[in-house]
T-cell receptor, first 117, second 111 residues
Framework: GAGVSQTPSNKVTEKGKYVELRCDPISGHTALYWYRQSLGQGPEFLIY????????DSGLPNDRFFAVRPEGSVSTLKIQRTERGDSAVYLCASSEPGTGGRNQPQHFGDGTRLSIL | GENVEQHPSTLSVQEGDSAVIKCTYS??????FPWYKQELGKGPQLIIDIRSNVGEKKDQRIAVTLNKTAKHFSLHITETQPEDSAVYFC??????????FGGGTRLMVKP
């Protein structure tokens, strides 16, 4: 079946601009996650959605970052007043609902490579 | 919070040899440990995972071992092939849903 889809695959913009990154999770996956991966490093957690609500946004670096998932499926990560340090690959993952307190594996998309000039 | 250390950062092996990557974690509450393979320009792909109630798990040429007392886990790849060349990441889940990743290992399999 179709995996996690992220668009655009690449985004280049100027410092100070606003960007939106989109994630389409695997059908039926209620949990959705955003991670950020800098060059040569492992992904770092940003935010987790269960359904429509942000269950954990502790990884968002500051208030320029915001994410929504209004209908419990597609999610958009929004970055205001972009800075050069925001340049990274932004990864989205989704997972099936956990049962009995047991988490389910997270499956990743190919990411959006964001470059801030 | 959780901290995951991964070694080595690079690993070069001859085709057909075995490769071992090791990770340690800090939070004793971690109960789920996945391994991901990432190829250039692609997202991480889950290759195997292990839960804290199991000491070892195997899937064809790939195996993972977990030592909860010592807080370390390892990935073993046998009979390596050139297509195994990639960056491998370990991760730990200390409850909740936030994966904490290691720094990655670049595996190069020479034909």
């Amino acid at each position: 079946g179709a995996g996690v889809s992220q668009t655009p695959s690449n985004k280049v913009t100027e410092k100070g601009k606003y960007v939106e990154l989109r994630c389409d999770p695997i059908s039926g996956h209620t949990a959705l996650y955003w991670y950020r991966q800098s060059l040569g490093q492992g992904p770092e957690f940003l935010i987790y959605f269960q359904g429509t609500g942000a269950a954990d946004d502790s990884g968002l670096p500051n208030d320029r970052f915001f994410a929504v998932r209004p209908e419990g499926s597609v999610s958009t990560l929004k970055i205001q007043r972009t800075e050069r340090g925001d340049s990274a690959v932004y990864l989205c993952a989704s997972s099936e609902p956990g049962t009995g307190g047991r988490n389910q594996p997270q499956h990743f998309g190919d990411g959006t490579r964001l470059s801030i000039l | 919070g959780e901290n995951v250390e991964q070694h080595p950062s690079t690993l070069s092996v001859q085709e057909g040899d075995s490769a071992v990557i090791k990770c340690t974690y800090s939070d004793s509450a971690s109960n789920y440990f996945p391994w991901y393979k990432q190829e250039l320009g692609k997202g991480p792909q889950l290759i195997i995972d292990i839960r804290s109630n199991v000491g070892e798990k195997k899937d064809q040429r790939i195996a993972v071992t977990l030592n909860k007392t010592a807080k370390h886990f390892s990935l073993h790849i046998t009979e390596t092939q050139p297509e195994d060349s990639a960056v491998y990441f370990c991760a730990a889940l200390p409850g909740g849903n936030m994966l904490t990743f290691g720094g990655g290992t670049r595996l190069m399999v020479k034909p």
